[in-house]
C-alpha cells in the first residue's frame, strides 16, 4: 500500500486493498456527480468511468468543485475525468461525452461493481436502474433540492429478490414522466424540463452519504436490503428506512429469474429468427415502426423519442388523419418483418423465457 493511504490504513472498518479494487460508473457530472467523483477518487477506488452529454456553464461553477472558468464550453464528462486524474494518478479514470443509454451497454456494466447516478431527471434514474437490475450490478442513487437530498442504495447483485428504484416509485412520477411524452411516446415539442436549484452543501452532504454506502458495499460485500437516506441539510435531521420488493414494480415485473445477455447484431437476422413464435420481445425503447394515412402505410422503424410531436403536421395537411403505428412489443416474426431490413432502432430486446430472462443486446464498442 502507497504511503497516501496511510490515514486509511490507520482506520480499524477501512481496507484500502478492497476499495483499490472497486470499480465504479458514475453517471452525471453536474453538481452531485462532481462530488461524488472527488470523494471516489480521494477513496482511493480502482476504476471510474464517467457518463455525461453536457457541456460546462458558468452557473455551474458555484456547485463543481473539479470545474474552472476557463472550461466553461467544455464537457463535464471530459473536464471532471482530468482534474480527478491530478487528485490521485494512481485512479483509473476514464470518460465518455454521451448518453449513457446510448453508450453503455450491459456486458460492460457487468465489469463494475456499482453504478452512482447522479442524474437530474426521472427519465435517467428508471433507465440506469432497468440496466442495472439487468447486469446485476449495485445502483446508488441520488436526488437533491436546495434543502433536503435523497440517497438510495439498491444492492442488485444481491439477487432478484431486493428492491429497485421503480419498486417505491410513487405513480405521480409516472405522470409527470407522460407529460414529457405525447400519449404516443413521441416527445413534446412544448415541454420545458423544470431545472431544481441546489447549492454545494446540499451536493456534498448527498454525495458524503452515496459515497459512504458505495464504501460500505466495496468492503462488507453485499448488503442484504434496499435503503433510503433523508437529509434535511437546513434543519440537520435525517432518517433512514428499509425498502422491501413490490410485487407490483414496473420493472422487476419484466424480470424473472436469471438474467441471460446475448450479443446480437442490430440488423435483425437469425439471432431473432430462431425464437419460438409465441414469444413476446419487449423492446427497451417504444419504435415509431411507421404510419398510416387512409389507406397508404409508411415504413419508418425509428425509436420513437427521435421524433417530435409535430411530427403528424409534418407528414400531412391533416395531422388528425395520421394514424402512428408505435409498438415495444413483438412476436420475433412481427419484428423481423416489421424492420424490413433495417437495424434495430433501441438498446436490446428482451423476453420471459422458462422462468429466465432472455436480454439480445444490440453490440456496442467497449469502453
Ligand atoms: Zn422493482
Not at 300 to 307: E, K, L, N
Request: charged share 25%.
Amino acid at each position: 500500500m502507497t504511503e497516501r493511504y496511510l490515514r486509511h490504513d490507520m482506520i480499524d472498518w477501512f481496507d484500502q486493498a478492497k476499495v483499490s479494487q472497486s470499480k465504479a460508473i458514475v453517471i452525471g457530472a453536474g453538481a452531485v456527480g462532481n462530488e461524488v467523483i472527488k470523494n471516489l477518487v480521494l477513496l482511493g477506488i480502482g476504476q471510474i468511468h464517467v457518463f455525461d452529454f453536457d457541456l460546462i456553464e458558468i452557473h455551474n461553477l458555484t456547485r463543481s468543485v473539479l470545474f474552472r472558468e476557463e472550461d466553461v464550453g467544455e464537457p463535464k464528462a471530459k473536464v471532471a475525468c482530468e482534474r480527478a486524474r491530478q487528485l490521485d494518478p494512481n485512479v483509473s479514470i476514464t470518460f465518455t461525452y454521451g448518453d449513457f443509454w446510448d453508450e453503455l451497454s450491459l456486458s460492460q456494466i457487468r465489469n463494475f461493481d456499482a453504478v452512482y447516478c447522479c442524474v437530474d431527471n426521472f427519465e435517467a434514474r428508471i433507465r440506469s436502474n432497468l440496466l442495472c437490475r439487468l447486469a446485476g450490478v449495485d445502483l446508488i442513487n441520488v436526488g437533491i433540492d436546495s434543502r433536503a437530498c435523497v440517497v438510495e442504495v439498491f444492492p442488485l447483485s444481491a439477487g432478484a429478490h431486493v428492491a429497485c428504484y421503480e419498486c417505491h416509485l410513487p405513480h405521480s412520477v409516472y405522470q409527470r414522466l407522460s407529460q414529457r411524452y405525447s400519449c404516443g411516446h413521441l416527445k413534446k415539442v412544448s415541454f420545458i424540463e423544470k431545472k431544481i436549484p441546489t447549492t454545494i452543501v446540499t451536493s456534498s452532504i448527498a454525495a458524503s452519504f452515496a459515497c459512504s454506502e458505495g464504501l460500505r458495499l466495496a468492503i462488507e460485500g453485499e448488503a442484504k436490503e434496499a435503503a433510503r437516506i433523508f437529509v434535511d441539510t437546513i434543519n440537520g435531521t435525517s432518517n433512514k428506512i428499509t425498502m422491501d420488493k413490490n410485487a407490483e414494480c414496473a420493472c422487476c415485473a419484466h424480470i424473472s429469474g436469471k438474467v441471460n445477455i446475448f450479443p446480437a447484431q442490430p440488423s435483425i437476422s437469425e439471432d431473432i429468427k430462431g425464437l419460438d413464435q409465441a414469444m413476446q420481445l419487449i423492446a427497451s425503447d417504444p419504435i415509431l415502426v411507421g404510419y398510416r394515412i387512409g389507406e397508404a402505410y409508411k415504413s419508418v422503424f425509428r425509436r420513437a423519442s427521435d421524433f417530435n410531436s409535430d411530427f403528424p403536421a409534418q407528414v400531412s395537411d391533416d395531422p388528425g388523419a395520421v394514424d402512428l403505428d408505435i409498438r415495444d412489443s413483438f412476436t420475433p416474426d412481427e419484428l423481423v418483418s416489421a424492420a424490413g431490413g433495417m437495424p434495430m432502432p433501441c438498446k436490446f430486446v428482451m423476453a420471459n423465457v422458462d422462468d429466465c430472462t432472455l436480454v439480445l443486446e444490440f453490440v456496442r464498442e467497449e469502453i
